[in-house]
T-cell receptor, first 116, second 111 residues
Framework: GAVVSQHPSWVICKSGTSVKIECRSL??????MFWYRQFPKQSLMLMAT?????????EQGVEKDKFLINHASLTLSTLTVTSAHPEDSSFYIC????????????FGSGTRLTVV | QKEVEQNSGPLSVPEGAIASLNCTYS??????FFWYRQYSGKSPELIMF????GDKEDGRFTAQLNKASQYVSLLIRDSQPSDSATYLC???????????FGAGTTVTVRA
């Protein structure tokens, strides 16, 4: 149980375009979804926390107008990287907290974004 | 001071040996502690969590928690080449769902 499906697994886009990343909780309701970014050989950096039906909470230094987060339902959270630039190239991962037997945080499989 | 600190790697151990990973945290009120394994290019996968002082064993893995010392460790017994990965320690902030991650320790198991 507690599976988070993340798509796409990788994407290459041109500088200036926007990219949407989706995370779906398949067998549970994710009222909260965390979005992380990970640069090579670095740890996960929390970008924002999305809550179903309300605005996302962004960490300090993360541009909310650049990284648009939508959590319109209990099973779907999306991250849109707007006007992407090469420095946005990174590994983006979503994560949802589990409960009960699935205690712990389930991660999506990650999205490798390359902006050229 | 970083919230979560892990012993710097890389850690190289021979196959069959015990790999010992350490983690300290700064917030004394932290409640839950997690160990994740991350293979290169993949997302983290949960190995185990612990929230009570003492040891918790799951197969070849043992997590140890000492809240007084603000210290949590992970032992990997009978290390296998497939255990070669980066191990992330994560701590749950009090009254918050957020996780704080350490920088990770890369483990290499030599065949």
């Amino acid at each position: 149980g507690a599976v988070v499906s993340q798509h796409p697994s990788w994407v290459i886009c041109k500088s200036g375009t926007s990219v949407k990343i989706e995370c779906r909780s398949l067998d549970f309701q994710a009222t909260t979804m965390f979005w992380y970014r990970q640069f090579p050989k670095q740890s996960l950096m929390l970008m924002a926390t999305s809550n179903e039906g309300s605005k996302a909470t962004y960490e300090q230094g993360v541009e909310k107008d650049k990284f648009l987060i939508n959590h319109a339902s209990l099973t779907l959270s999306t991250l849109t990287v707007t006007s992407a630039h090469p420095e946005d190239s990174s590994f983006y991962i979503c994560s949802a907290p589990g409960t009960g037997a699935n205690y712990g945080y389930t991660f999506g499989s990650g999205t490798r974004l390359t902006v050229v | 001071q970083k919230e979560v600190e892990q012993n710097s790697g890389p850690l190289s151990v021979p196959e069959g040996a015990i790999a010992s990973l350490n983690c300290t945290y700064s917030d004394r009120g932290s409640q839950s502690f997690f160990w994740y394994r991350q293979y290169s290019g993949k997302s983290p996968e949960l190995i185990m969590f612990i929230y009570s002082n003492g040891d918790k064993e799951d197969g070849r893995f043992t997590a140890q928690l000492n809240k007084a010392s603000q210290y949590v460790s992970l032992l990997i017994r009978d290390s296998q080449p497939s255990d070669s990965a980066t191990y992330l320690c994560a701590v749950n902030a009090p009254n918050d769902y957020k996780l704080s991650f350490g920088a990770g320790t890369t483990v290499t198991v030599r065949a």
